[in-house]
């Protein structure tokens, strides 16, 4: 028996794909401009326990953490504390206009989804080697932060363990495992760790997948779709949630 699913099709990936720097706050109100509801993020611990949002383990892609630590430093964001990630500049390597755009914790984000009536999907993105601890510390807050609203997030990961740490300490937040390939087991260990959805690289969905999936009572999401054809052939299979980094090309307003 699937259960209700109160999330949108249409999710906006990292905030708003690549029109503005991935996971920052003037992302995700980039992806609200272009009517999206409901946001992607990636979520990892720095060194003293507080959750942030960045995609890489490593600084030097969307940060200016080379250029500001020092090459000495560990080029890792998990190795860095909260008070010194705080402080760098995580738009400035998108484009001018978002120079200065700071790492926002999970908590600056809840707070704008919340204020704002909009769905999250948390992918737990842990630091290699830190898996577990990166669910449990998710788990903890996402309870705190979205405790007494009607409409929790939905948490992922690739990694096992992250889903559940986060059962752990939130077993009544959803979850779902993302997958890249169809590994041995993959749909045991979703059934172990309760899943409500498997989140695939698009291209892997096909009808019997889609029925086994549906069968086992989960929900069947996609990333990252960023062309119409892609998008209608997924669709047309049934299947329940679309991650794309194109929202200015999808209307979520449209429907479909
Ligand atoms: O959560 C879906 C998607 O974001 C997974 O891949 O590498 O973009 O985090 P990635
Ligand atoms: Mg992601």
Same mark, same amino acid.
Request: aromatic fraction near 4%.
């Given at each position: 028996m699937t259960a209700p699913w109160p999330y949108p099709r249409w999710i906006a990936h990292r905030g708003a794909g690549k029109l503005a720097? &991935?996971?920052?706050l003037a992302a995700f109100r980039l992806g609200a401009q272009h009517g999206y509801r409901m946001f992607e993020c990636d979520a990892k611990l720095s060194s003293d326990g507080v959750v942030f949002l960045m995609h890489? =383990?490593?600084?030097d892609r969307t940060t200016n953490g080379v250029a500001a630590l020092g090459?000495?430093?560990?080029? !890792?964001?998990?190795? /860095? +504390?909260w008070s010194t990630l705080a402080q760098?500049? =995580?738009g400035g390597w998108h484009s001018r206009a978002y120079a200065g755009e700071p790492l926002p914790t999970l908590e600056n984000l809840a707070r704008y989804c919340i204020a704002n009536g909009f769905f999250l999907n948390i &992918?737990?993105? +842990? !630091? +290699?080697?830190h898996d577990e601890a990166t669910g449990r510390a998710v788990g903890a807050l996402s309870a705190r932060l979205w405790q007494g609203q009607a409409v929790p997030p939905l948490f992922s990961s690739f990694k096992p363990d992250a889903l559940a740490g986060a059962r752990a300490t939130a077993p009544h937040i959803p979850r779902a495992l993302l997958l890249d390939t169809l590994w041995d087991g993959w749909a045991a260990v979703a059934q172990q760790l309760d899943c409500v959805a498997i989140v695939c690289n /698009? =291209?892997?969905?096909d009808a019997a997948l889609v029925t086994q999936v549906h069968a086992a009572g989960m929900r069947a999401l996609s990333y990252t779709v960023n062309d119409d054809w892609a998008a209608q052939r997924l669709i047309d299979l049934g299947t329940d949630g679309i991650i794309t980094d194109r929202v200015d090309l999808f209307s979520p307003a449209a429907g479909g």
């Open positions: 720097p &991935e996971n920052t890489d =383990a490593t600084l090459s000495s430093a560990s080029p !890792t964001g998990g190795d /860095h +504390p760098l500049d =995580a &992918e737990i993105k +842990p !630091t +290699p080697g /698009h =291209a892997l969905w």
